[in-house]
């Protein structure tokens, strides 16, 4: 414990180093120690020593009296009106104090924190009284865990209080200034996140939250806190957290992984996994699809002079989601969260306060990353994404929070974009869950698209990073670059470039894609000038295989089927894509068709008709969970080269079934699964 210098010690020269050594010794101790010091003044030392010590030591023993004697009238109240006065002496006598020691201010909390404990019918106003009595005690001091709960209680009941605003205030920014770790002191965050919360049910609302977080921030363009950030992080956590609680602990309704996966949540109402191909399968149609499959099962760590990219193939690995349907392991939090697009992303309703509590604070995190100089540490403190799955499969919270990755993509330094990659091998990062088929991305890639390019202002012309897109995203450039987004089509472009794309087939759809746009065909014409080999690629012919990205529309596939040569055409898939029925008029102009598939697509009864009418050499369909009914399906009956028929999910009568069975001789390979004919 500190105190004042003893008087006279300048007087003697005696080292006033020495005294603060005797300072922690016992009274008893002193003398024996002094007489051992070999200093000038050693006499002086020794007199000014023992009557330092023994004043301590009286004031010491007068302190704890005094506590005894308070703790035993506290006890056992009798009129409030009583106990406020001799909480207010308390808190006087512990502000006037000689003793310079942090359990002098800590022993009155503890004592109006086990008095509130004991007295739970307080009124509001006695409540109120109390707190502005021991408020002189919280500027210095942590209020102890009772009292927090005690503090909570009020801020939850009463938010509006005049309380919250003048006591509270200057606790909470001294907890976020100077607290080093919440895990050992729990409660003081759940004090924190509730101020807060009482913040946001003030008239003004987010204003006056606002306003507290530029208080912790500061003036100036740095912020000179550095316990602030991450404190406030770790209250948005855990308040985020807390939204989901109830539903990640409720056995009724927290769903597995595997159920998130499939976007359901009651598993009772689930079907089996449906398959994402025939029960036997033609080589021809799935060695594609089986290819990409085995491809995207590993992961991709590329390693520039820059930037480190880590690009996980999973965005559009369907076949590979089938793969472990049957598999009892839990997936990891990419894979249950990554379901294909004709599953809508799973619903979660949280309660009104829930709902209100996740607005507040995820735009608190907004708030956080509109300041530059936080912009680096949040964009790290986030980057593991250190939220619930059931949060990331939320659609609300996933587009509110969409507002901070998209200001650490517009960041040019690199220790702020580059958090948007996954921390390490094997992990996903925001880079995965916003891009084109991840659970986050409600854009069609526009985000996607920002990222990509400015990471690739990192690693410009990386061989490398552009290799891991071509693994993993290559549909969602194809699509975009479609659409005419300029960075895909630089993306596209610097692929062929770069001769990242050996698939004859694949470069065919890529120089089709660029054709179909200005920007594409201009960019397009400036590749070919310094690489004319590809002018001659495109001579042989068109590509005899064709796969459209995920979430491809009737307008992009007429758009890319009108830019090329696709006369060779032979295996078309349309899988999990938004078209519809429209598209059949530009499907009957390829006339070397022999597989087609539209699994999980709107394709319905008026485009299988004029199917059935020209493309009459077919002879591998894939109908799977497409709203086809016996109106449509009995139009196949005319396409006698068919040999492999998938109606999986699909309104099909066991009447019907029996009659396309006795039009088709040439059917080997059926798949009725979840019909009326199974």
Not at 287 to 297: I, K, N, V
Not at 511 to 537: A, F, H, N, P
Request: with cysteine; aromatic share 6%.
């Amino acid at each position: 414990m500190g105190a004042a210098r003893p008087t006279g010690y300048m007087e003697n020269s005696v080292s006033y180093s020495a005294i603060e050594d005797v300072q922690l010794l016992s009274w008893e101790n002193a003398p024996k120690y002094c007489l051992q010091l070999t200093i000038p003044g050693g006499t002086v030392l020794l007199q000014a020593a023992n009557s330092y010590l023994r004043d301590q030591w009286f004031h010491s023993l007068q302190w704890k009296k005094k506590i005894y004697k308070y703790k035993k009238v506290l006890s056992n109240p009798s009129r409030w009106e009583v106990v406020l006065k001799e909480i207010r002496t308390l808190v006087d006598m512990a502000l006037t104090s000689p003793l310079q020691d942090d359990s002098i201010n800590q022993a009155p909390l503890e004592i109006v924190s086990k008095l509130l404990s004991e007295n739970t019918n307080l009124t509001t106003q006695e409540h109120e009284n109390i707190i502005v009595a021991i408020a002189p005690l919280l500027e210095n001091n942590h209020p102890p865990p009772d009292l927090c709960e005690f503090f909570c209680k009020h801020c939850r009941e009463r938010p509006r209080s005049m309380v919250v605003i003048e006591v509270f205030t200057p606790v909470v920014q001294r907890i976020l200034k100077h607290n080093m770790d919440f895990g050992k002191c729990p409660r003081l965050r759940l004090f924190t996140q509730e101020y807060i919360l009482a913040l946001n049910e003030l008239n003004a609302g987010m204003e006056v939250v606002k306003k507290f977080i530029q208080s912790m921030h500061g003036p100036t363009g740095h912020c000179p806190h550095p316990r602030v950030l991450p404190n406030l992080v770790a209250v948005c956590l855990a308040a985020i957290y807390s939204c989901y609680e109830e539903f990640i602990n409720s056995r009724d309704n927290s769903p597995s992984l595997k159920e998130i996966r499939n976007g359901c949540q009651q598993p009772c109402d689930r079907k089996p996994t449906l398959p994402l191909r025939l029960l036997h399968p033609s080589p021809d149609l799935v060695s594609q699809e089986a290819t990409l499959s085995e491809a995207r099962l590993k992961s991709v760590v590329v390693a520039s002079s820059e930037i480190h990219v880590e690009v996980e193939r999973t965005s559009t690995a369907k076949p590979a989601l089938t793969a472990s349907a049957g598999n009892d392991s839990e997936p990891n939090l990419i894979d249950c969260l990554m379901v294909s697009p004709a599953c809508s992303t799973m619903s979660i309703e949280l309660g009104p306060q829930a709902d209100r509590t996740l607005g507040c604070y995820v735009e608190i995190l907004k708030l956080l990353s509109d300041y530059d100089d936080w912009r680096p540490s949040l964009a790290s403190l986030l980057q593991p994404i250190p939220f619930p799955k059931e949060a990331l499969a939320h659609e609300k919270f996933t587009k509110e929070l969409k507002y901070v990755i998209q200001r650490f993509a517009e960041d040019p330094r690199q220790e702020v974009h580059s958090c948007l990659l996954s921390v390490r091998a094997g992990k996903d990062g925001w880079f995965q869950l916003y891009s084109p088929g991840g659970v986050a991305c409600d854009d069609d890639g526009e985000l996607f698209a920002s990222m990509v390019h400015i990471l690739m202002g990192s690693c410009y012309k990386t061989k490398k990073f552009l290799l891991s897109l071509a693994e993993n995203k290559l549909g969602p450039c194809m699509l975009l670059a479609l659409r005419g987004n300029q960075t895909m089509v630089e993306i596209l472009c610097l692929m062929l470039e770069y001769n990242i794309i050996d698939n004859n087939d694949t470069q065919l759809q890529i120089i089709s894609t660029l054709e179909s746009t200005d920007v594409g065909k201009r960019m397009y014409e400036q590749l070919c000038d310094r690489q004319r080999e590809l002018k001659e690629l495109q001579r042989k012919g068109g590509p005899t295989r064709l796969t459209l990205p995920s979430k491809s529309t009737d307008a992009d596939l007429a758009r890319l089927l009108s830019s090329g040569s696709f006369g060779n055409l032979e295996n078309l898939s349309l899988a999990f894509t938004n078209v519809t029925s429209a598209c059949a008029e530009h499907l009957i102009k390829l006339p070397s068709l022999k597989q087609l598939n539209l699994w999980s697509t709107q394709f319905g009864d008026a485009g299988l008709r004029l199917l059935s009418e020209h493309l009459t050499m077919l002879q591998v369909l894939n109908l799977c969970e497409t709203p086809v009914t016996d109106a449509g399906l009995l139009a196949l009956s005319s396409m006698k080269s068919l040999c492999s028929l998938n109606m999986n999910s699909t309104k099909l009568s066991a009447d019907t079934y029996e009659d396309l069975k006795a039009k088709l001789p040439n059917l080997k390979e059926v798949d009725v699964r979840y019909t009326e004919a199974w």
